[in-house]
């Protein structure tokens, strides 16, 4: 079955502005196909598997990680540039690449570094470390620092879920900073959450940490979702119709945002990526009735998932062991592998310790707070 054209505000790989360095056109692949194949080989992407989503590994070996959880973003989101008629290659690159410059321990490592970076003068997101990982730190060509991505994949890392202004980030000034991103962007803040929200319920399941009664009652979508399944399948296994409860959630999310996303194209009057850009608001966004059902559900998960117990103990201790390595590199940064302590002498210190300790995996993290700073001082 041949694909579908794009629509005329899609964002045409052959309008591209192209990369920093200019390289030739590859016989078989788009520039936007290549840039997400330059992200799912580089090192950055592969160091996600070891990186915590919101579980350890200590309840499960089926919970997701940081790359199971982008694979899963890739995938709603291929599926919803391709109902929408926009680039489902330039969707799927960014995708791929938008968790990219996580530190270990999901968010709450990110707002620990951001504390002590902050304390130094400076700051840390995630987003503009992941331009810094493709810019610079990836270093596996001879003819270019980074992954030399084009244009749009780079103001997609930044721009996909949040607007910077120029005034307070000047050096992202190339990035088109008052302008509203490519469609293709504006999708990936949006299926991260369905994708997140319901695999979290997934995997609470999964932990017994789930009070499915309590669900129902607090989020009337799963509730619906639940009822409607128990009636076709009364005597179901209660784990399939769970399942089946949270596939359809997932459907409706995703469905709604394809749906409400092309009304509110249509509505603008949009006929090309430039009237895209010139919008006061982004067209891409759930309907308001789905945007309370999302919201019920991020309030569920945020009262009775993320601040459990079980999960909070792995959380600060986690996040304790990263403060203090971060603390011992800004006092001993001699102790970091030669290229970090060489650069620690010529440049900002707590910059080159925070880009060091972002790059770290879970695991490599914690067996260096043991080696360095003893068992005690790190999780078990």
Request: net charge negative; glycine share 4%.
């Amino acid at each position: 079955m041949a694909a579908m054209p794009l629509e005329s505000y899609a964002m045409d790989v052959r309008r591209s502005r192209g990369r920093r360095y200019p390289e030739p056109p590859h016989p078989y692949r788009t520039d936007y196909a290549r840039d997400r194949d330059r992200v799912i080989h580089s090192r950055a992407f592969r160091r996600l598997e070891a990186k915590t989503q919101v579980f350890t590994m200590r309840f499960s070996d089926h919970f997701r990680n940081r790359l199971t959880h982008t694979l899963e973003v890739a995938q709603i989101a291929r599926t919803v540039a391709g109902a929408l008629h926009i680039n489902a290659e330039l969707a799927e690159a960014l995708a791929l690449v938008h968790d990219i410059g996580h530190p270990p321990f999901g968010h709450a490592g990110e707002h620990r570094l951001d504390a002590r970076m902050r304390e130094n003068g400076g700051r840390f997101d995630h987003n503009l470390h992941a331009l810094r990982i493709v810019e610079q730190f990836e270093q596996r060509y001879l003819d270019f620092p980074g992954l030399n991505l084009t244009f749009e994949a780079r103001e997609g890392i930044i721009k996909h879920s949040r607007d910077y202004s120029a005034d307070q980030f000047p050096e992202l000034r190339e990035y088109l900073l008052d302008e509203r991103p490519p469609l293709e962007a504006q999708i990936i803040d949006l299926v991260d959450e369905i994708a997140y929200n319901t695999a979290d319920l997934d995997d609470a399941f999964e932990a017994h940490l789930l009070d499915l009664d309590r669900l129902r009652a607090e989020v009337p979508l799963f509730d619906a979702a639940f009822a409607e399944v128990d009636r076709r399948h009364p005597h179901g296994r209660h784990q399939l119709k769970f399942n089946e409860a949270l596939k359809r959630v997932l459907d409706r999310l995703a469905t709604d945002l394809i749906e409400n996303t092309r009304r509110e194209v249509e509505a603008s009057g949009v006929e090309n990526v430039e009237d895209v850009r010139r919008q006061a608001e982004r067209l891409a966004g759930f309907s308001q009735q789905a945007g309370r059902d999302n919201a019920s559900l991020k309030k569920f998960l945020n009262q009775h998932l993320y601040s459990d117990p079980a999960i909070a103990e792995d959380r600060d201790r986690s996040v304790a062991a990263l403060d203090a390595l971060f603390c011992f590199y800004l006092d001993h940064p001699d102790r970091m592998p030669r290229y970090h302590a060489d650069l620690a002498q010529h440049e900002a210190r707590h910059q080159v310790v925070c880009d060091y300790i972002a790059g770290m995996t879970d695991h490599f993290l914690l067996r260096q707070c043991r080696e360095l700073l003893g068992a005690a001082a790190s999780p078990a």
